[in-house]
Nanobody, 122 residues
Framework: QVQLVESGGGLVQAGGSLRLSCAASRMPYRSGAMGWFRQTPGKEREFVAAITWSGESTYYADSVRGRFTLSRDNFKNMIYLQMNSLQLEDTAVYYC???????????????WGQGTQVTVSS
């Protein structure tokens, strides 16, 4: 079993920044990927960003590219999502996930955290 724990969510004004962290108890795949998704009530879980565990490949949703930066620390089994220039539309519960390969589809990820709330106010 893999445990994922997110942290760093909170309330921030539009234009501000937050840094999310995700700690994995272990990486179940030698060359897997970790990603962030977000979800608002009544909507499907939306891809935000993903990184291969090797760090060679990082991918962002168009809506966050240029504002969000995803990084990883292999020694600590952690990934970080630096979110800058936050907008009202970024308000959501953010989930960390682990999968066998980098993908934008939530169905391709096998392990999920409990989520952390990000609220952007005007």
């Amino acid at each position: 079993q893999v445990q994922l724990v997110e942290s760093g969510g909170g309330l921030v004004q539009a234009g501000g920044s937050l840094r999310l962290s995700c700690a994995a108890s272990r990486m179940p795949y030698r060359s897997g990927a970790m990603g962030w998704f977000r979800q608002t009530p009544g909507k499907e879980r939306e891809f935000v960003a993903a990184i291969t565990w090797s760090g060679e490949s990082t991918y962002y949703a168009d809506s966050v590219r240029g504002r969000f930066t995803l990084s990883r620390d292999n020694f600590k089994n952690m990934i970080y999502l630096q979110m800058n220039s936050l907008q009202l539309e970024d308000t959501a519960v953010y989930y960390c996930a682990v999968g066998r390969y980098r993908s934008t589809l939530y169905s391709d990820y096998d392990y999920w955290g409990q989520g952390t709330q990000v609220t952007v106010s005007s």
